[in-house]
């Protein structure tokens, strides 16, 4: 039985950043090009919405600690 695929979106980088996108599950390792949309198993897709979240937490956290330095 073949498994469900989602369509994920990675943007492009700039520059000085790796061309493909890495993500790792459970020993499986997925190197998805960046600026084009992959078919990828449902774990890796919320895999990266995950991350997405982080880095977007992330940068709240930094931001407000900039505001509270001043």
């Known amino acids: 039985m073949k498994e469900k ?10 520059d000085r950043e790796d061309p493909n996108y890495f993500v ?3 020993g499986v390792n997925y190197l998805l090009p960046r600026g084009k949309k992959s078919m990828v198993p449902p774990a890796v897709a919320e895999e990266i919405a995950r991350s997405e979240r982080a880095a977007e937490h992330l940068y709240e956290n930094m931001d407000f600690m900039k505001q509270a330095g001043r």
Request: proline share 8%.
């Open 24 to 26: 790792g599950i459970n």
């Open 5 to 14: 695929r989602i369509e994920v979106f990675i943007p492009r980088g700039s």
